[in-house]
């Protein structure tokens, strides 16, 4: 069974992970919309179905699998898996910031700027760096 929880974790990853890159550039655009438009009105459709349909879920189950996998495998052993888990926590509170922001554009209370969506759209792909290399080197 540990390569099938395995192989369902890393498409969960996938999917979180086109999520995460995905939301903050929609938000990009949203912050750019006119309140009120069918524009605007669009955007939120389209943030809390891609929240809602696929990074929830996909969070839920990297989450379970993978620690199922930490504890399996690894029995929580090496500081590689710790300082994975640390950025997956990081990536965790930025999924807590977009679901914040969902939350203040559909009602209608946005007050942050593009550029700081386009500079929180990084975020996910830093992190993502940072997780993948741990995963796949193991440095320490």
Same mark, same amino acid.
């Given at each position: 069974?540990?390569?099938?929880?395995?192989?369902?974790?890393?498409?969960?990853?996938?999917?979180?992970?086109? =999520?995460? @890159?995905?939301?903050?550039? #929609?938000? !990009?655009?949203?912050?750019?919309?006119?309140? %009120?438009?069918?524009?605007?009105?669009?955007?939120?459709?389209?943030?809390?179905?891609l929240l809602k349909g696929i990074i929830n879920p996909a969070m839920v189950l990297t989450w379970v699998l993978g620690l199922y996998l930490?504890?399996?495998?690894?029995?929580?052993?090496? =500081?590689? @898996?710790?300082?994975?888990? #640390?950025? !997956?926590?990081?990536?965790?509170?930025?999924? %807590?910031?977009?679901?914040?922001?969902?939350?203040?554009?559909?009602?209608?209370?946005?007050?942050?700027?593009?550029?700081?969506?386009?500079?929180?759209?990084?975020?996910?792909?830093?992190?993502?760096?940072?997780?993948?290399?741990?995963?796949?080197?193991?440095?320490?």
């Amino acid at each position: 069974m540990y390569e099938w929880i395995k192989a369902f974790h890393v498409m969960a990853v996938i999917s979180w992970m086109a =999520g995460m @890159l995905y939301l903050p550039r #929609l938000m !990009v655009y949203h912050a750019e919309a006119q309140t %009120g438009s069918i524009q605007s009105e669009t955007f939120k459709i389209m943030e809390r179905r891609l929240l809602k349909g696929i990074i929830n879920p996909a969070m839920v189950l990297t989450w379970v699998l993978g620690l199922y996998l930490a504890w399996y495998a690894f029995a929580f052993k090496g =500081g590689w @898996l710790h300082a994975k888990l #640390l950025l !997956v926590f990081v990536l965790s509170g930025i999924h %807590g910031m977009l679901v914040k922001h969902v939350r203040n554009f559909a009602a209608d209370r946005n007050v942050k700027s593009p550029r700081y969506f386009r500079i929180l759209n990084e975020v996910p792909a830093v992190l993502m760096v940072g997780i993948v290399i741990l995963v796949i080197v193991k440095p320490f």
